[in-house]
Each structure stands twice: as C-alpha cells, then as structure tokens.
C-alpha cells in the first residue's frame, strides 16, 4: 500500500463519525394545531399571507418575548429571516425539508431566535430530532392576513433600493388573486388563467370526509351550482382538499353563499351513520380515481 493512501486512511480512522440524520415522514404535521386546515391552506394553496405566531413561555424565557411572525413565503423561498430589530419571519413554502414539515418550521424558528438579529440564518435540510411546531407555540386560531404583494417582507424604505425594487416587482407578478373565504375556515377562491377555482381544506378524517363527498355525488349535489364543475381533489398533510372549477368572470363575494350552502350539504353527509350504497361507493371511487396527493 502506499505511503499516501495509509496516509488516507489512518486520517479517516481517527475522524470523528457523523451521525447519519434519518429522515421520517409525518403524513399529518400540523395535528394538534388548532387551526389544522388554515395551516394547510397557508402551505398549499395561499401564495401571499401572514400570522403573527406566540412563542412558548419556554422559549420566551430564554429569548424574550419577540415578535414572530408566520408568513406564507420569504425572498428565495427562505426558511427564515432575522430582523435588525429582533423581529423573525418564518416562511411555509420553502425549497429544502425533510418528511415532517412541523418539525422543519419549529427548527427554523429556533435557528432564527439564535441568530444575531439581523444576521443570515442557517437552517439544517434535515434537524433530526427535536421540537416541532406544537412544542414551540402557543397554540390558537391563526389571524391571518392576506396580501396582495409581498410588500410586507421589507423595512420601510427598502423598496428605494433598485434592485430590492426590481426582485419584489417580480415576485408579485407571481401571485394570482386569492380570497379568503368566511363561509368556511380554510376555503379560498383564486382566479388562475381563464378560469377561478374554489379549494377547500376540509377538517375532518379522510375516511369520513371522502364518504361524506361521495354521498353528495350520489346523489348529485357536489357543484357548487349552476356553470361550476366538481374538478376532484387533493390530499395534503393528511386532510382532503376539494376542488370546484368556477366561472371566470364571477366575483369572490358571489360564493360566499354557495360554499355555505355547500359547508351544510356536507355537515349532513358527513352526519350519516348508514353504509354507503351501490352509487355512494361507485361515487366514492370515482373521486378516488381524480385524487392526488402533495407532500
């Protein structure tokens, strides 16, 4: 053997061995949250919004109490960022995570509170083990706030900077329109392209919710009404997303009634206690047939 390779490998034998980080999917990572679907819908379906979050009384100790806020995305699609007054953001849709996103954003909150404000933080793709969201919060409903740029990224005055200027004008070109609904918690109508959908994040078990929907197939009370179609459905993070194709020209505020009246055809499904029958279970797998599921 040669004198360099013994060289190699007497310097690998004396390295210290890391542990290799195992990565685990958590398919429902906001279970427990009290707001469950909205945190879905700011995940998935939301292109701009924000929430202030309330740190635990743990955390509050050990790092004051600091404002926090929770936002549907950050610049390059950060997982967080520190202000220089202390202030942290952290962002929902980012490019790196692993399989339990709770876990992800709790150690990105937790690595933006050690960070020097206003420094860069750095965020592990994989945190291993440790504190997820439900651990680091104080939990209750998100006030969310929905905007129509991303204007609320910045400090006053940043936009007089060009290039600043330059990178928001193209991140809000980005967004579509979307409206948060108050038929229902965490249902949001959106305009894409020649044509507007209504999408929403159903809270209650999959099972359940799929048999509720497939009894309103049946019986051919899923549209949500005259020119809108039943497009099918999503699974994400362990809940059912339903999703309506709607007229284009059509206002937001115009189905705030047809999604209530929708909500309570679906109660009253969801309410049913007898099996389903021959057109409930061809309608159930039908809908099986046009779901996808996001991870």
């Known amino acids: 053997m040669s004198k360099r390779r013994k060289n190699q490998r007497a310097a690998a034998d004396t390295a210290p061995r890391r542990d290799k980080v195992r990565d685990i999917f958590v398919p429902r990572p906001f279970e427990g949250l009290v707001d469950e679907p909205e945190w879905i819908a700011l995940r998935e379906l939301v292109p701009a919004a924000s929430a202030p979050l309330r740190l635990s009384p743990a955390l509050v100790e050990e790092f004051g109490d600091r404002p926090v806020t929770l936002a ?5 699609a950060a997982p967080a960022i520190t202000k220089p007054d202390g202030r942290v953001l952290i962002g929902l849709q ?27 933080v750095a965020v592990p793709p994989l945190p291993g083990p440790g504190p997820r969201l439900q651990d680091v919060l104080v939990d209750g409903p998100l006030e969310i706030t929905m905007h129509d740029g991303f204007e ?62 497939a009894r309103l197939g ?31 020209e059509t206002p937001a505020t115009d189905w705030e009634d047809p999604v209530a009246q929708f909500a309570k055809r679906y109660t009253e499904a969801l309410a049913a206690s007898d099996p389903l029958d021959a057109a409930g279970r061809r309608a159930r797998q039908g809908l099986l047939g046009r779901q996808l599921t996001l991870r």
């Open 72 to 76: 549907t995305v950050l610049p390059m």
């Open 218 to 248: 049946a019986a051919g009370t899923l549209p949500l009404g005259e020119q809108t179609r039943f497009a099918g459905m999503f699974r994400a993070h362990g809940r059912l997303v339903p999703v309506w194709d709607l007229p284009e």
């Open 94 to 120: 980012r490019h790196q995570q692993s399989g339990d996103v709770s876990r992800d954003l709790a150690e990105a909150l937790l690595c933006a509170l050690r960070t020097e404000p206003g420094g860069q």
């Open 152 to 213: 609320f990224w910045l400090d006053p005055g940043a936009t007089d900077d060009p290039t600043v200027q330059a990178s928001l004008e193209r991140a809000n070109a980005a967004i579509y329109p979307t409206v948060r609904l108050t038929a229902a918690k965490a249902a949001y109508w959106c305009q894409v392209p020649e044509k507007a959908h209504v999408r929403w994040v159903l809270p209650d078990e999959e099972d359940a919710a799929l048999d509720a929907l």
